[in-house]
């Protein structure tokens, strides 16, 4: 299994890629199976990218580690000065370690600080988290929180 050691190694050299939020539109509604730097990076990009590198490390750890899609806190962003404050939709990386479920987010403010996801340091709204049993994904309802 993989340890935090590893996954702050991991998430560091994937937050230090530009986060990119404009593009052709073509580039933002494509999820990238591969993402490169110097493409449209968004947080589905950053999450995917993580969990290539985790799997790469463990080839088992599909079994304990996911995304997890997400409401942000409410917050006016810069790159839609015309529209109020609201929540946007999110996606972050989870790894199930001893019994604990961290948060590997491209917003942490620290690059390769993984977090725990109660408490978090963002009022996020958790809405569907990926789940792989015996092989096969599916999503549950994360409305209740984490597992």
Known sequence: MISLKQLE???????A???QATGSDAAEDNWIDNPQPGVVWQCR?????????IRQQDPEATEYMGLVLCMTEIFKDPSFPDKPAD?????VQYVRLSGQVYI???RIAYPSHVVLWRPYPFDYQWLH?????NGVMAWRDA???LV
């Open 143 to 145: 409305r209740g929180g």
């Open 104 to 106: 590997l987010d491209n």
């Open 45 to 53: 990009d950053y999450a995917i990218d993580k969990a290539k590198l």
């Open 129 to 133: 988290q990926e789940m792989v049993a």
């Open 17 to 19: 890629i530009p986060y």
């Open 9 to 15: 190694a991991i998430n560091a050299q994937v937050n």
């Open 87 to 91: 929540r946007y939709y999110h996606a």
